[in-house]
């Protein structure tokens, strides 16, 4: 398993009512969970920025491995493309969501060692959730279908597609207000 890290946080967090990725979230940047996680289970891990990214880039807690995505405003699957081309070489990545500092490293590997085709997203207790996993296969899908606000979820009906069972509710947490966060019933 050779993956990538890539954490998703180029966002202007409407709904949180402020600078959501650097926010406190028990006791650090919220962005810098998901970019511990990755970086434990994976090691090479890349930030794709947007809004307020020096802000972002500075909780991040790394000295480098950053993608700005200049066409953050026009939603998530722009920060998907910007990673897919600028992370071609690779031979999977692994996309972490920014604002969901639950994932632990060890559903992070095992996303990871699933990919071998198409897009992986771990399940826990029958819902599907974050991180996914695209394999090299799938990046002409990913850089020729995704619009808009979606990620790679949006593949589903286009690529092959595996799920990953895990015991990690952390996989269907997200922090969307200054409150705190919730967990998201996907499917």
Known sequence: MVCTGVVLAA??????????????????????WAVESAKEALGEVYVVLGYVADEVRRAAGLVDGFIYNPWWRLGLSTSVKAA????????????????????????????????????????????????AACCRDAYPLALELL?????????????????????????????????????YPRQ
Do not use: Q, W
């Open 147 to 183: 619009s808009g606000d979606v990620g790679l979820r949006a593949l589903v009906e286009h690529a092959e597609v595996k799920y990953v069972e895990v015991d990690d509710p952390g996989v269907l947490f997200d922090v969307d207000t200054p409150s705190g966060g919730r967990i």
């Open 84 to 131: 897919v081309s600028a992370l071609i070489d690779r031979r999977c990545l692994v996309f972490m969501l920014g604002d969901m500092p639950e994932v632990s490293p060890r559903t992070v590997v095992a996303v990871a060692s699933a990919c071998e085709r198409g897009i992986v997203f771990p399940v826990y207790k029958g819902a599907r959730g974050n991180p």
């Open 11 to 32: 966002g202007a967090s409407t709904r949180f009512g402020g600078l959501k990725l650097v926010a406190e979230y028990r006791g650090k940047p919220l962005v810098r």
